[in-house]
């Protein structure tokens, strides 16, 4: 039978129980999820479960001969500003999303490349492997980068994306949010996660979020409205910092 938002909110409850009662105990604070968080069932199929291996002759450099690659030019422009790399304007609700990349002792990250990927207003990523029925925009793909200035700030424009179904368990739905990942000096430093929006109502719902047990670092995936950051009668704004360790990090999706 298929499993129910039911079946998975127990799972999640006990789990949940379970840290809170060894954080009573005494037990140190756990800021990232296990690999095997079970109510996030494709984690518990895909996670490493075999050492590493190292890479072939020892060379670390090797590694970066099957990496990501950034794009045939620098970043220009156009890169940070999703709602202005089309021909159109992209429907649904423009927003600002800003915030400074910092390291455990609050000192900024400078000249870092930051990209973005996330659905459209409706939930739809641009992608082929995502069919299910909400509307794509043909102005907007949803994808963004920029680097961090001398301050550590990084800044996007972009548009607020919508809730989407995913096959996790019947009737899933995944709050609106926005992938970040972030690139050291090297490909093999990369960095992925993710930034919420403030109130949505299926934070509960979710096994991936609530994958991150700890109330306090769970929050810290959450944005906070800023009106300082609104532009007037343009997008509304949001800071979202994010901590590369210490006891104030940011999760990350490959934990530590």
């Known amino acids: 039978m298929a499993l129910t938002q039911s079946d998975i909110d127990t799972e999640v409850g006990d789990l949940q129980n379970a840290y809170d009662k060894a954080r009573a105990a005494g037990a140190p604070a756990q800021h990232h999820p296990p690999r095997d968080y079970r109510p996030y069932r494709s984690s518990v199929l895909r996670h490493p479960q075999q ?33 202005v790399q089309h021909q159109g304007e992209p429907l649904g609700e423009r927003i600002t999303v800003s915030g400074r990349l910092l390291d455990s002792k609050g000192h900024p990250v400078r000249g870092q490349l930051v990209e973005i990927w996330q659905a459209n207003a409706s939930g739809r990523y641009a992608h082929l492997r995502d069919q299910h029925p909400a509307p794509l925009d043909p102005n907007f793909t949803g994808v963004g980068r920029t680097l961090t200035d001398d301050e550590g700030r990084y800044s996007f424009t972009t548009v607020k994306p919508g809730a989407y179904p995913w096959r996790n368990h019947a009737n899933a739905w995944r709050p609106a949010h926005i992938h970040f990942s972030l690139f050291g000096t090297a490909f093999t430093q990369r960095l992925v996660t993710q930034m919420y929006f403030p109130g949505d109502p299926l934070f509960r719902y979710d096994p991936i979020l609530r994958s991150v047990t700890d109330e306090s670092a769970r929050a810290r995936l959450v944005a906070s409205y800023r009106h300082e950051l609104s532009r007037p009668e343009f997008s509304l704004g949001y800071e979202w910092d994010i901590v590369l360790d210490g006891p104030s990090a940011t999760w990350i999706e490959e934990g530590r």
């Open 51 to 83: 050492p590493l291996v190292a890479v072939d002759g020892g060379d670390p450099e090797t590694v970066e001969l099957h990496g990501p690659v950034f794009g045939a030019t620098d970043i220009t422009d156009t890169d940070s500003d999703l709602t």
